[in-house]
């Protein structure tokens, strides 16, 4: 009896070492679930597919590897399908769990559906303290919570060819805001309507005449002195003021004070001052299919930081920036900004929270750079600049960047109006095409046309 128990102690041994050399325990041990993540990409920027989505797949790449428990998947929209996209996923209940990044336009259409990070800031100890407090408050919403982080600002100012001012024997814009323009032998403020007059000396017909010249061939154009890259009619107007449509009732729209003439400014340079390529100019090939400035034909355009994303290879060194110009005397720098945010539908938030604070950490600095956004950690711009002066070697005038910045104009263009994404899409669709379609009396079509047809789409949200 004694051997058999032996025996059978030895076997029960034996079969406990096999399974701790099999991997096994003693005691069963559930298996660490692996939470899944995705990623969305394309409500903002972030969907080329040539200098973005590579960056940020190796971002995805460098988390998963760190955190095998919590994999991430990009998901990656082109920005004209992500609405719609991110629309019918959420509808479906299958929400992303991080999107991004995305401005105030982007998220907009997306009202009560982002998740409020307070309680979790709260329970990560997140600390607020390395952005301005402004920024944070930026991003807390009114009756909402708080939506978003500081991530990345794009501050707006002048993208200019020097080439062209030496060619046509024009000063080069002023290198500070606040400095006077020579014209004509006479100092003049660096305004829109010196861009005007600039404009149209560096408007060139293939005889070699510019706009100011008799004999002048408007519809033989081999070179315009301005172009407006992927804006529409908000920008356009908060360039020449700060204002916004929804007024302090919440119902009721109105057109800013300057935004009509910043409108008419616009129709003015491509129907009556010819130092515009109109809309169906600007649509062809040869003028870059709506981004006219790469071509190398274009002596200005006023955009944000991220338009260093896609200034193409003919430019090369020659492109610098200048200060936005003033109107009557006053700068309005109108800032986009982005940031990640979490959906409300999100079933890992907590998860989904830690990968976004990865984003906009120590992701941040390779982010940035391809997505061309000021950080918003003032520590951080320097390196990003400089980041950025290995790209763009020329010696571009950051300082522009930086001042324009801080002396950002308030309420954002792209302010909350209700039913915010049809009321966008007549707006960018509708309105702006119409403004360098063809001549218009842009007051006369504002009071009778547009701004009734804003205010129907608003009252639809009721």
Known sequence: MKQRKWRL?????????????????????????????????????????????????????????????????????????AKNTLLTQNAAGNPPDVVGPAGVAGSNGFYGQWLDLAPLISDANYDLSQFPAAAVEAFAVGGQGQLGLPFASFPSFMYFRPSLFEEAGLELPPTTYGGKYTLNGAEVDWSWETVREV????????????????????????????????????????????????????????????????????????????????????????????????????AMGQSYTWYTCCLGDVLGEDWN???????????????????????????????????????????SAKLLVIYGGMPARAADQDAFFATLDEKFPQGVNWDIAKASYANASTPSAEAYIPNYLKARDYIYSDFTPKLTKAALNVSDYVTNTFLPALQAIADEAE
């Not at 797949?57 to 004209?80: K, S």
């Not at 916004?244 to 009556?272: E, I």
Request: one cysteine or more; charged letters at 15%; a negative charge.
């Open 321 to 363: 920036i200048a200060p936005t110009p003033s109107n009557n005397g006053t700068i309005s720098n109108d800032l986009n900004a982005d940031t990640f945010r979490i959906s409300a539908g999100s079933k890992h938030p907590k998860e989904a929270f830690e990968f976004m604070t990865y984003l906009l950490g120590e992701a």
């Open 199 to 298: 404009g149209k000396l560096l408007t060139v017909d293939s005889a070699g005449k510019n706009a100011t010249e008799a004999g002048f061939n408007k519809n033989k154009i081999v070179q315009y002195g301005y172009a407006q890259p992927w804006n529409g009619a908000p920008e356009w107007g908060s360039w020449f003021k700060p204002g916004q449509f929804l007024q302090s009732d919440g119902k009721t729209l109105a057109v800013p004070d300057g935004w009509v003439d910043a409108w008419q400014w616009y129709n003015d340079a491509a129907f009556k001052d010819y130092f515009m390529p109109n809309a169906d100019t600007a649509a062809l090939e040869e003028w870059g299919q709506g981004n006219a400035f790469p071509t190398g034909k274009i």
């Open 9 to 81: 102690s030895a076997i029960t041994a034996v079969m406990m070492l096999i399974a701790v050399a099999c991997g096994g325990s003693s005691s069963s041990t559930a298996p660490t679930e692996v939470v899944q993540l995705r990623w969305f990409v394309g409500l903002g920027t972030g969907d080329n597919v040539e200098t973005q989505v590579p960056v940020q797949q190796e971002v995805v790449d460098a988390w998963n590897a760190a955190n095998p428990n919590i994999q991430v998947t990009l998901e990656v929209v082109p920005n004209a399908d």
